[in-house]
């Protein structure tokens, strides 16, 4: 088995006061960014789950020693208002996407706890827990300190939600673009 990747090349540093910074494999992407403005207190999900702070020891927890026993069938983007600001709605047969080998990563710390294999366009109603048409991903975890910590999670209900990044031109409406496992424009 080839290496399993512990980061993704897309990181988000969420560090600065201003918007978020986003490299794509160390190359910064500039660009407007579209992100949802924290309201009210933010829950404290690594205490929660036990995990560190520190980005040396949660880089050492997600280091997979191969595949576990643990799948999930996830909604990637439904029709469902957004949180971001005019509450627009993502269109998800106006996004593009390739089979297999996307990867499924904690929050946006960046640290690899699987890959989604298979993606697939629902039509409404196909989804009962989604809003119109959606995209749902089959999704299998890594065998790692941080990828057991995150299904604990998602059994606690302290995960309930993806966050998919979706790259699109400036001059196409939001609520298309594409998901690309290999780069992000």
């Not at 794509?24 to 992407?29: E, N, S, T, Y």
């Not at 789950?49 to 799948?71: I, M, S, T, V, Y």
């Not at 031109?169 to 496992?181: A, Q, T």
Request: aromatic share 8%.
């Amino acid at each position: 088995m080839s290496e399993l990747p512990i980061r993704s090349p897309l990181q988000i540093d969420l560090q600065t006061e201003s918007e978020p910074q986003l490299s794509f494999a160390g190359v910064p992407i500039s660009g407007p960014v579209d992100t949802v403005p924290q309201e009210g207190l933010v829950r404290d999900w690594l205490q929660e789950l036990g995990l560190p702070k520190d980005w040396e020891q949660l880089e050492h927890l997600a280091k997979p020693r191969g595949f576990a026993n643990r799948f999930a069938r996830i909604i990637v983007v439904d029709e469902s208002p957004t949180r971001f600001p005019g509450s627009w709605r993502f269109r998800p047969a106006e996004i593009a996407f390739r089979q297999g080998g996307y990867q499924l990563t904690l929050a946006h710390l960046g640290f690899v706890i699987g890959q989604c294999d298979l993606l697939f366009l629902k039509p409404a109603g196909a989804v009962p827990e989604a809003e119109g048409m959606c995209l749902v991903a089959s999704a299998s975890f890594y065998d790692s300190d941080l990828a057991t910590a995150a299904w604990r999670g998602v059994k606690a209900n302290i995960f309930t939600h993806v966050s998919a990044i979706v790259v699109r031109p400036l001059e196409m409406p939001r609520g298309g673009g594409g998901i690309d496992r290999d780069r992000p424009g």
